[in-house]
């Protein structure tokens, strides 16, 4: 009977822990854990536990484009907070913080092109709102730089685009009701595009998510941050001129977390049922229909999604009862590799 050196020309290595850059097919001892482990293609896609955040983060912006180059900022360690946080595929640094302490805060672009724009309980509201804030930030990899202010005080925004060239809707304010109408910002300044979402709920449709570009977006489920509010699985696409209703999301929610685009998207996490139903329930979107795929370990609102795919992505923080969370979750696509424990019985 042919062995494991037989095969592959290795005997199985004893490792204190897991190898730092295993290849698929190879197998191990891990010493620490007293398991046997290896290295397979996912079929389906799964999600695997991350780095820890350096605090429990709720209500933050977030941006970048893989896992390996991931920001998240603002929101809520204990309160308002300008803290900010980069993400280089393995552990995470403090960068330099934004200039307006707040949370609910919207944010695209990159790691190092990112904008920042809204927020409540924080940053003073400029038009006559008690919480919600105009406020425009730059980041360029180091320290955020004060942009112009918006026309509007912008709340809890949903924010989709780049650091020049971002669309934002369906937002919300205290005390004063949300809005289903889209606003543009071209690297300088700010301007109401002139058209509303179709979906809104009581008149509202905030703490949804927004993926893609200025011209191609995605904007899916969403509802009030009230305790008795209804909640919509409803998703719309933007195409530079107008909101379209597409296919609904399977699980009717708020406060969730995404990535990826028009054509392939993923969402994961929010809040099902006022005040406290948190789910970890995942889906993937191809273009016109969504697909239930397996959920996280800790179901979560509030959660940081980036601005990556379907292949690659991962959630970062978030709240359950009573406050926030530290743990961070990674999706792998289906073909990603993974490690995996090898059941011995």
């Not at 191990?28 to 896609?45: C, F, H, I, M």
């Not at 390996?68 to 640094?93: H, K, M, Q, R």
Request: glycine share 16%.
């Amino acid at each position: 009977m042919a062995t494991l050196k037989d095969i592959k020309g290795t005997n199985v290595q004893s490792i204190a822990g897991d190898p730092s850059n295993p290849i698929e097919g190879q197998i191990w001892y891990n010493s620490s854990a007293r398991v046997l482990k290896g290295q397979t293609a996912t079929t389906a896609g799964a999600w695997a536990s991350g780095t820890n955040l350096p605090t429990a983060m709720k209500l933050q912006g977030h941006a970048g484009t893989t896992t390996s180059a991931l920001i998240d900022f603002g929101g809520v360690p204990y309160a308002s907070t300008g803290l900010t946080f980069e993400y280089n595929g393995s552990s995470w640094t403090a960068g330099g913080n934004l200039n307006f302490s707040r949370q609910y805060i919207g944010g695209c672009g990159t790691q190092t092109s990112t904008l920042a724009y809204g927020g409540e309980k924080g940053a003073t509201g400029c038009y006559g709102t008690t919480f919600a804030t105009c406020k425009t930030e730059e980041y360029d990899g180091t320290s955020w730089a004060n942009g112009n202010d918006s026309i509007i005080d912008g709340g809890a925004v949903n924010l989709g685009g780049t650091q020049t060239d971002a669309i934002e809707a369906g937002d919300s304010r205290a005390p004063s009701p949300s809005y289903l109408n889209t606003y543009a910002y071209n690297g300088t300044s700010w301007t109401a595009v002139g058209v509303a979402m179709n979906t809104g709920i009581s008149g509202l449709r905030s703490e949804c998510g927004i993926l893609g570009t200025s011209t191609s977006s995605l904007i899916f489920a969403g509802g009030s941050s009230g305790t008795s509010a209804p909640y919509t699985n409803a998703g719309e696409s933007w195409n530079g001129s107008a909101w379209t209703t597409v296919g609904s999301l399977n699980t009717s929610r708020t406060a969730l977390g995404g990535a990826g685009n028009t054509t392939t998207g993923i969402v994961f996490g929010g809040k099902t049922t006022p005040p406290t139903a948190y789910t970890g329930a995942t889906e993937q979107y191809n273009g016109s229909s969504w697909t239930s795929v397996a959920s996280m370990s800790t179901g979560r609102e509030n959660a940081s999604g980036n601005r990556g795919t379907t292949a690659s992505t991962l959630c970062s923080g978030g709240s359950t009862a009573p406050g926030g969370v530290v743990t961070v979750e990674e999706w792998a696509g289906a073909g990603a590799s993974q490690t995996v424990t090898i059941d011995t019985d």
